[in-house]
């Protein structure tokens, strides 16, 4: 089996649409950290490119010559990030017009709209998390009960890939006997 290798940079708004305190727009792929460099301006520091990776920056998100709202902006670079690529996420107010507004300012910088699911999608594919984690993923969301949430916990932390390996070794030792 042939895995696609992706070098486009998604973007998608990451926390539920409505107002609250903290929007969330999500950047990863290839040009993550170039996209970002686009919108954002940090004052009298240096280029993101030039930054760290985990790490978090003051500044303004601009569209152009307008500044759209005032941001942190968390960079890290892959592998360590949730899809293994390089990821910018720009936390901002959390009202939907800004949020929205940021989204496409980000999309007019180089990014596509991400697809749902494709962030852990690319997790999967890029080998960061198994079938199993990502299906927890969507359990986790979708939890209605503290059982339900322990359970896709448990999952997404790699518990049934570790019982699965466990099992595979056991009966590989007595297929090599």
């Known amino acids: 089996m042939e895995i696609m290798e992706y070098t486009d940079t998604i973007a998608a708004i990451a926390t539920a649409m409505g107002n609250s305190g903290i929007g969330i727009v999500r950047i990863s792929g290839e040009n993550a950290v170039e996209v970002a460099e686009k919108v954002f301006?940090?004052?009298?520091?240096?280029k993101l490119s030039e930054a760290e990776s985990?790490?978090?920056?003051?500044g303004y998100v601009y569209d152009g010559d307008e500044a759209v709202d005032?941001?942190?902006?968390?960079?890290?670079?892959?592998?360590?990030?949730?899809?293994?690529e390089d990821t910018v996420e720009i936390d901002c107010h959390g009202g939907m017009l800004v949020t929205r507004r940021i989204l496409e300012t980000v999309l007019k910088a180089g990014a596509r709209l991400a697809e749902p699911g494709e962030f852990t999608k690319r997790a999967f594919l890029n080998g960061r998390i198994d079938l199993s984690q990502a299906e927890a993923v969507?359990?986790?969301?979708?939890?209605?009960?503290?059982?339900?949430?322990?359970?896709?916990?448990?999952?997404?932390?790699?518990?049934?890939?570790?019982?699965?390996?466990k099992i595979r070794n056991i009966l590989m030792d007595d297929v090599a006997y």
């Open 41 to 46: 301006r940090e004052p009298g520091k240096k």
């Open 54 to 58: 985990h790490t978090i920056h003051y």
């Open 70 to 84: 005032e941001v942190l902006l968390m960079l890290m670079r892959g592998p360590r990030s949730y899809t293994a």
């Open 138 to 165: 969507m359990d986790l969301i979708e939890s209605k009960s503290k059982y339900a949430l322990e359970s896709s916990v448990s999952q997404l932390s790699g518990m049934m890939k570790q019982k699965i390996q």
